[in-house]
């Protein structure tokens, strides 16, 4: 089914990825397929409520995870462009298989992302499971995209302390999963919250994604709604028919007004070599700063500002300089008198 250019398929993915999409087609695949694991029958572990989930889940048995990993892996390695990038979650039961399979494609491993999430299997005779893997690979052959700053700006301070964007982007993410008690829902639904912050670092607006295991919708929900061009597979014809009324209504960008602005600071500077004189003016103001009774982070934050340099740069000046090992100089009071007078 089409639907505002979008495109919606109950076929298998393998299939459908022959049919549907042309090699080299797609800059960016989001996908979560089965874990291979008895999913059909998860709520006899897991002690969940599953009147409100939508029957149908298809599972792939353990016997069968190799060949099916390898073969829609590989489907998925010709439809990516190049430069194209792909995100596969995973449990760790048939990690192996999903990690073999890459590998015997072009594709290159840029992260391997650790997602760890709220209310694990509680367990008495083993630590608890509450984390599932992101592997992020690339197809080689073009600049992949990355978008730096799409969520907070390089010399954005975090809620507590250090950068706000190099916390953002390491690979240990704690996200939780969504709960929507007494709503329908899908048996294993990626939440909002983790699909966003993927589609922003790795897509542009226009750009086609991609989901070979829809499940719930949710990748094509949060891909359209960001104003990203969709195209997914779903196996199970009740859980496609239960969600195909939705997505007939999703309004392109959406979500766009909701998202947060990073604060994108001048850098104007960036790369350029410090001068002498620079670094002799950025020691001072620093010296200053502190004299002033302020941290060294907000000191440093500030100087990224007036000097127009990103806060490495100014730490990595300000570390051979050497200002960073003097002790602070102490803010006088009143008519005190400096304590190294001799």
């Not at 087609?25 to 397929?33: G, W």
């Not at 209504?249 to 604060?263: C, F, S, Y």
């Not at 000191?299 to 000046?317: M, N, P, Q, T």
């Amino acid at each position: 089914m089409d639907a505002n250019g979008n495109a919606y398929y109950n076929v298998d993915c393998i299939s459908g990825a022959q049919e549907f999409l042309e090699e080299g087609s797609v800059d960016l695949i989001i996908t979560d397929p089965p874990y291979g694991i008895n999913g059909d029958q998860l709520h006899k572990h897991y002690n969940r409520n599953e009147s409100f989930v939508i029957d149908g889940y298809v599972e792939i048995p353990k016997q069968e995870y190799g060949a099916f990993s390898h073969a829609w892996i590989k489907e998925a390695a010709r439809v990516l462009k190049p430069g194209g990038q792909i995100f596969i979650v995973s449990g760790y039961t048939n990690l192996y298989h999903v990690l073999d399979a890459l590998r015997t494609t072009d594709l290159q491993e840029i992260n391997h992302i650790i997602w760890k999430y709220n209310f694990g299997v509680f367990t008495r005779t083993k630590f608890v499971s509450s984390h599932y893997h992101i592997l992020f690979y690339g197809k080689p052959g073009a600049k992949r995209m990355f978008n730096l700053e799409c969520r907070y700006g390089t010399g954005e301070s975090a809620a507590i302390a250090g950068s706000a964007n190099y916390q953002d982007r390491e690979d240990v993410w704690i996200i939780n999963r969504e709960y929507k008690p007494g709503k329908e829902k899908n048996k294993n639904e990626l939440p909002s919250a983790l699909l966003t912050k993927l589609i922003q670092y790795c897509s542009n607006e226009g750009d086609l994604v991609a989901d070979f295991f829809m499940g719930g919708f949710s990748t094509a929900r949060v891909a359209v709604g960001l104003n990203r061009r969709f195209i997914g597979f779903e196996l199970s014809e009740r859980t496609f028919s239960s969600r195909l009324e939705t997505v007939k209504h999703l309004v392109p960008g959406a979500l766009l007004p909701d998202q947060r602005q990073p604060l994108l600071l001048p850098i104007r500077n960036q790369g350029l070599p410090w001068s002498a004189e620079e670094t002799a003016q950025l020691s001072q103001r620093y010296e200053e700063m502190m004299a002033a009774g302020n941290g060294k982070r907000e000191s440093i934050d500030k100087l990224c500002v007036e000097f127009e340099r990103g806060y490495w740069s100014v730490l990595k000046a300000l570390k051979k300089s050497g200002t960073l090992e003097r002790p602070p100089a102490r803010k006088a009071k009143g008519n005190e008198l400096p304590l190294n007078i001799s």
